[in-house]
């Protein structure tokens, strides 16, 4: 990999700002030391969970935590890619290009880029106890039911 070279950016401080799970750090820094160049990673989760000597579980944490950062993308099952600020190219020229071609709104310099991560993070927790609720109501009308 020491023909690679990565985007022109501060790419590490605006991670660190993050405040992602610690599996998530890990598991970024794993996957960006196997990508290709452009940033595509053709790795499933148990693989990535043996190598970090992690349960398969805190990998998809970690993974979903990534997507929610906008950090990683998942292509399909076995397949991810970096988000291009973090991807080794193997010119410059190709790492500009590809930070060119982003939307700004995924770019981790875009302003806001850290508040809309928090917010992701909110939405899903929300959603999280959304399902909790109708699990729980389904539960006690199974109940009623039975009772009844």
């Given at each position: 990999m020491s023909g690679?070279?990565?985007?022109a950016v501060n790419a590490e401080g605006v991670v660190a700002d993050l405040d992602l799970l610690p599996a998530a750090y890990r598991v970024l820094l794993k996957m960006r030391a196997y990508s290709e160049p452009g940033g595509r990673i053709e790795v499933d989760q148990v693989t990535l969970a043996q190598m970090l000597g992690l349960s398969r579980a805190a990998v998809n944490a970690a993974l979903r935590d990534l997507d929610l950062a906008q950090l990683v993308k998942k292509v399909r099952a076995g397949i991810y890619q970096l988000n291009p600020m973090l991807a080794a190219y193997l010119?410059?020229?190709d790492a500009i290009?590809?930070?060119k071609a982003m939307p700004k709104s995924e770019r981790l310099n875009s302003p806001g880029f850290v508040e809309h991560y928090r917010q992701?993070?909110?939405a899903y927790q929300d959603q999280l106890a959304e399902k909790?609720?109708?699990?729980e109501n389904a539960k006690?009308?199974?109940t009623l039911k039975a009772v009844s």
């Open positions: 690679l070279h990565f985007a010119s410059p020229e290009a590809a930070v992701a993070v909110l909790r609720r109708r699990r006690r009308r199974e």
